[in-house]
T-cell receptor, first 114, second 113 residues
Framework: EAQVTQNPRYLITVTGKKLTVTCSQN?????MSWYRQDPGLGLRQIYY???????DKGDVPEGYKVSRKEKRNFPLILESPSPNQTSLYFC?????????????FGPGTRLTVL | AQSVSQHNHHVILSEAASLELGCNYS??????LFWYVQYPGQHLQLLLK??????LVKGIKGFEAEFIKSKFSFNLRKPSVQWSDTAEYFC???????????FGQGTELSVKP
């Protein structure tokens, strides 16, 4: 089944404790992206990657890091989480050269930073 | 900067009522337009999309949307809602042919049985 998976689905942590949220897709998509969803703000892009070893900042990159060592994986790293990073996070992927730009979303990771 | 505005934050309807959710975007060039739905506790699913051609697009579950270029709008409609349509709906725009989607704030739809 074609899908985007994320782990963990739920995470409660404390300020300053490094964490990683994994994202993996099995559709051989070149493009991957991370969004955060906050009430009243919709989804905002954090980082994206056009291909392996190519990453770039989205609209709200502060406090986050990403890496793209393999095509299928795009982990989101919070080196020193803070309470304002409490949010619902979605990973997404799509074909880079698709004539339509439909993105496929993962199930989401709900992060709480105390 | 590109932006997407959804007019209604929370809509409450009774079953069988008609639905129209407003979406306006700010970008003067070619755009790709999307409506996504997020059922409680679930991830985003694509309802429908517009890239070119017929401005009236039909999606899954009886939803449709009309692209009106002159009004920069892409409103979502459904003639008769069901309780199972209770969800949050997001309008999104891709304007630069890259991957980034600009999302609206979302509209929460509650359908009373």
């Amino acid at each position: 089944e074609a899908q985007v998976t994320q782990n963990p689905r739920y995470l409660i942590t404390v300020t300053g404790k490094k964490l990683t949220v994994t994202c993996s897709q099995n559709m051989n998509h070149e493009y991957m992206s991370w969004y955060r969803q906050d009430p009243g703000l919709g989804l905002r892009q954090i980082y994206y990657s056009m291909n392996v070893e190519v990453t770039d900042k989205g609209d709200v990159p502060e406090g986050y890091k990403v890496s793209r060592k393999e095509k299928r994986n795009f982990p989101l790293i919070l080196e020193s989480p803070s309470p304002n990073q409490t949010s619902l996070y979605f990973c997404a992927s799509k074909e880079k050269r698709a004539t339509y730009n439909e993105q496929f979303f993962g199930p989401g990771t709900r992060l709480t930073v105390l | 900067a590109q932006s997407v505005s959804q007019h209604n934050h929370h809509v409450i309807l009774s079953e069988a009522a008609s639905l129209e959710l407003g979406c306006n975007y700010s970008y003067g060039g070619t755009v790709n337009l999307f409506w996504y739905v997020q059922y409680p506790g679930q991830h985003l699913q694509l309802l429908l999309k517009y890239f070119s051609g017929d401005p009236l697009v039909k999606g899954i579950k009886g939803f449709e949307a009309e692209f009106i270029k002159s009004k920069f709008s892409f409103n979502l409609r459904k003639p008769s809602v069901q309780w199972s349509d209770t969800a949050e709906y997001f309008c999104a725009v891709n304007a630069n042919q890259g991957g980034k989607l600009i999302f609206g704030q979302g509209t929460e739809l509650s359908v009373k049985p």
